[in-house]
């Protein structure tokens, strides 16, 4: 499952984190021991036929489910049976039922069987139900907002701007919201669904479509079979009025079901799919092991994107227009990732929650494969730098081991330790091991554990049986431990014995070891040099040098996941970005020039950079000028117009653009005015940015036109104060990401909380329904990823009543105005679900 997490929420976080609280709940939970589910009975084969009432959100099904003791003699088989109503239960045999007794309570069927079964012994019991998803207690996580399993959306077809939808969600235990299983990792079936839908929708499950057959009555049944097994938590199926988009990765189908809307760029979207499949099977030595692979998206969705085997579900932020997608494909990753799933967690599925890590880690690092086999290794680097940045910047993390035996709750390991962390070591482990002995590792953990479970240290025996290396030293600091590497550093030179001696330090615990790369300049040229640190505070190293080195630069490689704390010139980082091959260092020394831009060495860095093969360190360096400045101007405007023009990048055409705009001249106009009609989403709100600062009567000619609909949060965040000043009502809506968070905002970024505040109000004093059901809805999500954070929560329900003052008070100049009442209810319903 690909994560989504809104960066203000993790502000939300930190303003409630308390060190010394984290330190003691982390000691008090060594109590708890979440072990492996104990395998009483497998189930063997799971066959559904479900219909749906619409009106009622509700499921009607049948289950024919095949089981047999795993080991022990047993007399029943309790399943996992949430919110349902149980009208039969019988023995099936022959074409023939007998009943059976029962018991269902506390979302347990537990079934007496007619005779106690030994091991190899199958039996089948068929379950008469009703499945009430809406009824479902059971509540969701930061990272999978809610957990009812089975999801009806716009039903009864109220909303005129929402498709009517039906799809499901299983992951972590709530397929059993909608058939009655087991609903356990550790379990695995085939199975086989008989969907009967209304005949105007398509549908989609697991396997291959066998059969479609018409029911009279405006209906059709759709029989999808799995004959491979996998996972309950996995079983899928999606109903609405898609278009499906054909194609294949050699003689495997390959379906993109996308809303018709979007069915043009269905190909753009997803269209890297099947290269993705040939490269991941070359990589891992082991071809993409299911009959079909289909993906689709959904609307209000409660994740990012889930992995159903063959039928991978994303959220509708997948749906992109050509602005976005000639800019950037923001899904692409998430599409690599879902993929990935299916050789790591459903093919070999973690044994328990405990061990999320063989799942989400590979899937999390599967990204960084993807991106350096097609766009190079700057393009990886990048991506691995920010996801990093992302768990160093938590402290909340520290303290939390990558395979967690003592969660509070299941989806508390779908976070950024297993995620970005667990990406992170597996790179880490790749550099150590080598590339051939790190995929042949990854070839022999796939085949052996094929269709079954594995944990952590059957992934460790993996690696050591084709490398020949203990690797317990490895897992047991980077699987079983907790933390990372927090370095600090310090060298001096022996003219007598003409060399340095490097001291680094340690200063977290526990302590560490680990190989680390460091390069050693010496008359402006570095020398590489292997080292092992050692689990040590601190820890002398010596090298030859016949000098003073001009810069010692630790972790060069930027392999090693650690927090280093150091102190560089901007003549040393002159020195790092020009010498350096690495994306890191690159980046590190244009990001302190941009900080120290008037600084004249910082300055040559920024020019160097506006030509660095890498897209995002140019867009780095361009963020970083003023060109109002005349010695920068002088020296580096006809760059930055050279590269708003005629850059291969859309994203740095903007950024050239967006420094230009600070001139404040004139002769830019018919630029900007050029930009404002381009396709690019980057390039047209950067040119109507520019364009409000000297022909601000030119802007309205443009704002809505621009497609926010499902634009990213940094298009938002750029055309945020424009939309508010120029009062477009039809964008409102779109701000709702961004506007809805306005209290956090404010603590990260004032002069952008403030914009959003402004339009706020703006919204919340105005007649505008679309726009009040973006941030209430938006807000439903946040719940959940706030978790217990009650400031947090007050400080949303404050906004909110704030915003019911002011409905009201609009409400005395229109009161006959169903609308407003509506967006009145749409407000305090949302106070009374943050509570």
Same mark, same amino acid.
């Given at each position: 499952m690909k994560k989504y997490i809104y960066s203000v929420l993790a502000l939300a976080a930190l303003l409630s984190y308390n060190p010394v609280f984290s330190q003691t709940d982390y000691s008090g939970r060594q109590e708890v021991y979440r072990a492996t589910h104990t395998k009483t009975t497998e189930i063997k084969h799971t066959k559904l036929k479900v219909q749906f009432d619409f009106e009622k959100e509700q499921l009607k099904g049948e289950e024919w489910l095949t089981a047999a003791p795993y080991f022990y003699p047993t007399d029943s088989l309790v399943l996992n049976a949430k919110s349902m109503d149980i009208h039969e239960v019988a023995l099936a045999k022959a074409n023939q039922k007998s009943a059976l007794k029962y018991d269902y309570k506390d979302d347990l069927l537990k079934i007496f069987l007619d005779k106690t079964y030994l091991k190899g012994q199958d039996y089948t019991v068929y379950i008469k139900y009703t499945a009430k998803p809406n009824e479902v207690k059971q509540e969701g996580s930061a990272a999978i907002n809610d957990a009812k399993g089975l999801y009806f959306i716009n039903a009864q077809g109220k909303d005129k701007d929402k498709p009517t939808q039906i799809w499901t969600q299983g992951?972590?235990?709530?397929?059993?919201?909608?058939?009655?299983?087991?609903?356990?990792?550790?379990?695995?079936?085939?199975?086989?669904?008989y969907m009967t839908v209304p005949e105007q929708y398509v549908t989609l499950s697991n396997g291959i479509l066998k059969e479609q057959k018409k029911e009279g009555n405006g209906l059709r049944t759709d029989h999808w079979v799995m004959e491979k097994r996998h996972s309950p938590y996995l079983f899928f199926m999606g109903i609405g009025d898609y278009a499906i988009v054909k194609d294949k990765w050699r003689n495997i189908p390959v379906d993109y079901y996308i809303e018709k809307e979007y069915e043009p760029y269905a190909k753009q979207i997803y269209g890297n799919t099947p290269e993705m499949m040939e490269f991941y099977?070359?990589?891992?030595?082991?071809?993409?092991?299911?009959?079909?692979?289909?993906?689709?998206?959904?609307?209000?969705?409660?994740?990012?994107?889930?992995?159903?085997?063959?039928?991978?579900?994303?959220?509708s932020d997948i749906l992109q227009t050509p602005g976005q997608l000639v800019d950037e494909n923001t899904w692409e990753a998430t599409i690599a990732h879902e993929l990935f799933h299916h050789w790591f967690g459903d093919l070999v599925t973690a044994e328990s929650w405990s061990n999320l890590t063989v799942n989400e880690s590979f899937a999390n690092y599967s990204e960084y494969l993807w991106l350096e086999h097609k766009y190079g290794k700057d393009e990886a680097d990048y991506h691995l730098m920010q996801d990093l940045g992302h768990y160093l910047s938590n402290p909340s993390d520290y303290t939390k081991d990558l395979v967690r035996f003592d969660y509070k709750s299941r989806e508390d390991v779908f976070d950024l330790v297993t995620y970005q962390k667990g990406g992170g070591i597996l790179h880490m482990l790749r550099n150590y091991l080598g590339e051939d002995a790190f995929r042949a590792g990854?070839?022999?953990?796939?085949?052996?554990?094929?269709?079954?479970?594995?944990?952590?240290?059957?992934?460790?025996?993996?690696?050591?049986?084709?490398?020949?290396?203990?690797?317990?030293?490895?897992?047991?600091?980077?699987?079983?431990?907790?933390?990372?590497?927090?370095?600090?550093?310090?060298?001096?030179?022996?003219p007598?014995?003409?060399q340095v001696n490097l001291i680094i330090n340690q200063t977290q615990a526990p302590l560490f070891q680990f190989p680390l790369a460091i390069d050693i300049y010496e008359n402006g040229k570095p020398v590489r040099k292997h080292i092992w640190v050692d689990a040590k505070s601190s820890q002398r190293f010596s090298f030859p040098v016949n000098k003073t080195p001009d810069l010692i630069n630790l972790n060069a490689d930027a392999v090693i996941l650690a927090d280093i704390k150091e102190e560089k010139t901007p003549e040393q980082y002159l020195l790092q970005y020009q010498n350096?091959?690495?994306?890191?260092?690159?980046?590190?020394a244009v990001e302190d020039a941009v900080k120290n831009a008037n600084h004249p060495v910082a300055a040559n860095i920024l020019a160097l950079a506006l030509k660095d093969p890498y897209y995002r360190v140019?867009?780095?360096?361009?963020?970083?000028?003023?060109?109002?400045?005349?010695a920068q101007a002088k020296r580096l405007q006809s760059e930055v117009e050279k590269l708003a023009s005629t850059d291969p990048k859309t994203l740095v055409q903007g950024a050239a653009i967006a420094a230009l705009s600070k001139t404040n001249d004139q002769k830019y106009i018919p630029l900007y005015e050029k930009g404002a009609q381009a396709v690019s989403n980057s390039v047209r709100a950067n040119s109507i940015a520019a364009l409000s600062l000297i022909a601000p009567e030119k802007v309205t000619l443009y704002l809505d036109k621009i497609d926010l609909k499902s634009a990213d949060e940094d298009l938002i965040t750029q055309m945020l104060?424009? @939309?508010? /000043?120029?009062?477009?009502?039809?964008?409102?809506?779109?701000?709702?990401?961004?506007? %809805?968070?306005?209290?956090? #905002?404010?603590?990260?970024?004032?002069?952008?909380?403030?914009?959003?505040?402004?339009?706020?109000?703006?919204?919340?004093?105005?007649?505008?329904?679309?726009?009040?059901?973006? @941030?209430? /809805?938006?807000l439903g999500y946040a719940k959940s990823q706030?978790?217990?954070?009650?400031? %947090?929560?007050?400080?949303? #329900?404050?906004?909110l009543k704030s915003g019911v003052a002011q409905k009201l008070e609009l409400l005395k100049t229109q009161p006959k105005s169903e609308s407003i009442n509506q967006q009145i209810d749409l407000l305090n319903k949302a106070i009374e679900d943050m509570k």
């Open positions: 992951e972590t235990e709530s397929s059993s919201a909608w058939f009655p299983t087991i609903d356990k990792t550790n379990q695995k079936t085939t199975q086989e669904i099977s070359k990589y891992l030595n082991y071809d993409y092991p299911w009959a079909k692979y289909s993906q689709i998206s959904g609307r209000d969705y409660v994740s990012g994107a889930m992995e159903n085997t063959t039928a991978t579900l994303h959220g990854l070839t022999d953990y796939l085949k052996t554990y094929e269709y079954g479970n594995a944990e952590a240290h059957q992934l460790r025996l993996s690696f050591e049986k084709v490398s020949g290396k203990d690797l317990n030293w490895f897992f047991n600091q980077w699987y079983y431990g907790e933390g990372n590497p927090k370095l600090s550093y310090s060298y001096s030179y022996e007598v014995k003409k350096s091959k690495e994306l890191k260092s690159r980046y590190l140019r867009m780095l360096a361009l963020s970083g000028l003023d060109l109002s400045q005349p104060p424009i @939309i508010v /000043k120029n009062k477009v009502d039809s964008q409102a809506q779109y701000l709702a990401r961004v506007v %809805a968070f306005y209290p956090f #905002i404010k603590f990260q970024n004032p002069k952008l909380g403030q914009s959003a505040e402004e339009a706020y109000h703006w919204i919340m004093k105005s007649d505008n329904t679309p726009a009040v059901k973006s @941030i209430t /809805k938006i706030l978790g217990e954070n009650p400031q %947090a929560k007050m400080m949303i #329900i404050e906004m």
